[in-house]
């Protein structure tokens, strides 16, 4: 016999591996596993006169029951499989503040924070130097003020890096990053776009609405600030989700704040603790002591960069989630293929998806 769109179509979820099924119709398209959640693509298997399907039941049974090394000749051994990691249950809280500690990103911690805590003194340096008076001095502080430049612009673009390559990973379902920059500068120059152009151009919007309220007498000084907290997540997501830096505005990443709002709300709520606690740490490392508060801010500053963005990536893995569930939703309502239940050759109830236990 023939098989056509309406017949049984068995298939295993990728994730929890799942024995799902549902009509042929589903071959090739966007479903959910009703059990972990997971969006996948069905396997694509076209209706055809050869399908596995022709078999009857006495041919299935009497491969099933032939040797392990004849069932072995005829089938060969299925490629292994690599399971895509489950959602976290709190994606924003587990294993985002203790990313910086752990695995190899505790070694990219350390070059972060000895490279900022050297511009710090650096600069440091040069404004003690310019209060005293001489022509050497003088010299004195335009050295140390060039090398203080010079290390917080290299920091920055190793540090921009350092985001786009945990923001990425973490939001292909990544638990450690393995993608990390090396040292080669010019591969680093699309990375800093990625940054600067985010800072650029959630930042603007602040500054503009600063200068105009300005003029109306009102309190102008933390807007700027407040734009760049709330534009910039929005921003950067839509450039890495277009793959440019000039992709300031995605319709899509637009969108998740429908279908996952309850993500950007413990996203914004993550990050103004996280700022909040930094902040703290390092007014109270500069109280104690001088030196050692900038050996603290330096600390403070390269976790914190490397946990804001390991947020980001979470919050980006639980949209592309909820998003893929609310397009199969959508694709239900529309009609395009629906969950009735629909008897195979057997009697059994096939339905779009459900699970075969």
């Given at each position: 016999m023939t098989t056509t769109e309406q017949d049984p179509f068995r298939f295993s979820c990728p994730q929890c591996l799942a024995r799902l099924s549902g009509p042929m119709a589903v071959s090739g398209r966007r479903t959910h596993c009703p059990h972990c959640h997971t969006a996948f693509t069905a396997p694509e298997i076209e209706p055809s006169s050869d399908s596995i399907y022709d078999l009857d039941r006495r041919s299935l049974e009497a491969i099933a029951e032939m040797p392990?090394?004849?069932?072995?000749?005829?089938?060969?051994?299925?490629?292994?499989?690599?399971?895509r990691p489950i959602l976290p249950r709190h994606p924003l809280l587990s294993g985002t503040f203790s990313f910086p500690y752990s695995g190899n990103a505790r070694l990219y911690l350390g070059i972060l924070a000895v490279w900022a805590i050297g511009a710090l003194f650096a600069a440091r340096a040069s404004f003690e130097v310019g209060e005293m008076f001489g022509e050497a001095t003088l010299f004195?502080?335009?050295?140390?003020?060039?090398?203080?430049?010079?290390?917080?612009?290299?920091?920055?673009?190793f540090a921009s890096t350092c985001a786009v390559s945990v923001t990425l990973e973490s939001a292909n379902a990544c638990h450690t990053v393995h993608r990390w920059p090396t040292l080669a500068i010019l591969e680093w120059i699309t990375d800093v776009l990625y940054v600067f152009d985010g800072l650029c151009a959630s930042t603007l919007p602040g500054v503009a609405l600063a200068w105009l309220l300005r003029w109306q007498d009102l309190s102008h000084h933390?807007?700027?600030?407040?734009?760049?907290?709330?534009?910039?997540?929005?921003?950067?997501?839509?450039?890495?989700?277009?793959?440019?830096?000039?992709?300031?505005?995605?319709?899509?990443?637009?969108?998740?704040?429908?279908?996952?709002?309850?993500?950007?709300?413990?996203?914004?709520?993550?990050?103004?603790?996280?700022?909040?606690?930094?902040?703290?740490?390092?007014?109270?490392?500069?109280?104690?002591?001088?030196?050692?508060?900038?050996?603290?801010?330096?600390?403070?500053?390269?976790?914190?960069?490397?946990?804001?963005?390991?947020?980001?990536?979470?919050?980006?893995?639980?949209?592309?989630?909820?998003s893929a569930i609310a397009e199969l939703e959508d694709e239900e309502e529309d009609g395009e293929w629906n969950g009735e239940a629909t008897p195979d050759a057997d009697g059994e109830q096939c339905a779009m998806p459900t699970a075969e236990r």
């Open positions: 392990p090394e004849v069932e072995a000749f005829i089938s060969p051994p299925a490629e292994p499989f690599e399971e004195e502080r335009a050295a140390y003020t060039v090398v203080s430049v010079m290390l917080a612009l290299t920091w920055l673009a933390a807007v700027a600030p407040l734009m760049t907290f709330f534009l910039f997540p929005i921003v950067f997501l839509s450039m890495l989700e277009q793959g440019s830096p000039l992709g300031a505005v995605s319709g899509a990443v637009w969108r998740t704040m429908r279908v996952a709002w309850k993500g950007w709300v413990w996203f914004y709520l993550a990050t103004a603790g996280l700022l909040a606690i930094a902040g703290t740490l390092a007014v109270a490392g500069l109280i104690a002591d001088h030196s050692l508060g900038l050996v603290v801010c330096g600390l403070v500053l390269s976790a914190t960069w490397l946990t804001y963005f390991r947020l980001l990536g979470r919050l980006a893995w639980y949209c592309s989630e909820y």
